[in-house]
């Protein structure tokens, strides 16, 4: 567990270095690390400030082992608190399977949606899984 806790350290610091998009290898890196291997659903937001640094990871839903639960209304409210202009969803599936489930999909729509009306971007959805990782924005999803 020390060592465990050591490497997602590690691997946090080197995520938060510099924009974003400037490390998005350290950035996946960390998210299988810390989600991958997790035995129920996790919704974490990304904070972005206007330069694409994170402002805040955190975690805005536990669910069970298909599925976590999405509240748009909360994660805008807590993105206006935090003055981000941008976010980055991330959640995991303890399935193994990364590819974005129909809920998934819908679910993000409204998010977007919501930010949109906010003029904050949402610049990928990514799903983080034992065999991998899915971003929606690489498959035309977002």
Known sequence: MVVRATMLHSLRIEARRGPVFST?????NYLLASMA???S???RVLFLNASNSLLRDE?????SVTQAPIYPREIMKRALELG???????HNHPSGDPYPSRGDIEATERIVAAASALEIAIHDHLVIAKSG?????ERGLL
């Open 59 to 63: 975690v805005m839903g536990k669910g």
């Open 84 to 90: 981000a202009t941008a976010l980055i969803l991330v």
């Open 133 to 137: 990782w899915t971003s929606f924005r």
């Open 41 to 43: 659903e996790h919704l």
């Open 24 to 28: 998005s290898e350290a950035l996946i």
């Open 37 to 39: 291997y997790a035995s």
